[in-house]
């Protein structure tokens, strides 16, 4: 199940990480601070809200902190650039590779068997189509699974 080389991190990593979603979540709370949803007058309300949008905020910045922001398939190795450093990881360091499919989007998750750069793990959001995932398995996730199952063996 070879898939072509090349980018295999989601070219929208950089707006789960900084520009649709978190930007979002802090004018939600900052209307709810400034009257909105009209009719809703108890200022504990209006301090729960805000108190839940930053509980939200922290929550989505933790969950994609670590995201590598870019993840190129060179054949036997992974490049990867994460806030501005990048780093080489041959597919023979990496011990194991898993899902995790349980958040939107999914994240692939890269153990390493001796830390490097970047650290021991390295996680990336994959491309590919959410829904299609959901029933026949990340293409991305399987390519790398079976590759690194192969060098194993």
Do not use: H
């Not at 802090?26 to 108890?42: K, N, Q, R, T």
């Not at 068997?113 to 990336?124: Q, S, T």
């Amino acid at each position: 199940m070879a898939l072509a080389r090349g980018v295999i991190s989601s070219r929208w990593t950089p707006v789960w990480k900084w520009g649709g979603v978190p930007p979002l979540i802090v004018f939600v709370g900052s209307l709810s601070a400034y009257g909105w949803p009209p009719g809703v007058d108890s200022v504990e309300t209006r301090a729960l809200m805000v108190c839940a949008c930053a509980l939200l905020l922290v929550l989505v910045f933790m969950s994609t902190w670590n995201a590598a922001d870019e993840v190129v398939d060179a054949g036997d190795r992974l490049k990867v650039r994460l806030r501005g450093v990048e780093a080489i990881v041959l597919l023979a360091d990496i011990e194991q590779v898993s899902i995790r499919n349980w958040s939107n989007p999914d994240r692939i998750v890269l153990k390493l068997r001796k830390p490097g750069w970047l650290g021991d793990r390295i996680m990336f959001i994959p491309r590919g189509n959410f829904w299609l995932s959901r029933f026949g398995g990340n293409g991305v996730y399987l390519d790398l699974r079976e590759r690194i199952g192969r060098g194993r063996s």
